[in-house]
């Protein structure tokens, strides 16, 4: 965390407007997302983008964490598909952010659907519907 955080100084010094944080094995846990997101924010005050893989199912769950620690973009996919595991996914965070923290994205329900059914038939995968 030391060597992040005088990387992130650095980085803003020299005019970046942002950090992406990336959790690229998919390891961390919602409680040390929050932790490390809001002592990157507090010690630097750069704005940061968090990028979560779903190696252990935490993708989305850290995503909000991150969130919640100050982060103010949320790297997500379609479906949740990405490399290995997968990312945080789209439509779990347009209901997460919805349902738990009442924030609207103003993302049209009818088109998130259809870009749904697209990809999965693009990326030669069911599409799991809730009943």
Known sequence: MDF???????????GAARLRFADTLGVLDPFTTKDKISQIRQETG?????????????????????HHGGAKYLSTTVLGLGERAGNSSFEEMIRVLKEFLGIDPAVDEQKLAELNHY?????????????
């Open 4 to 14: 992040l955080i005088r990387f992130a100084s650095l980085a803003k010094e020299e």
């Open 46 to 66: 750069i704005d940061i983008e968090i990028h979560s893989h779903n190696d252990f199912g935490m993708a989305t769950a850290n995503t909000l964490a991150a």
């Open 119 to 131: 990809v999965a038939r693009a990326a030669n995968r069911p599409l799991l519907l809730a009943k």
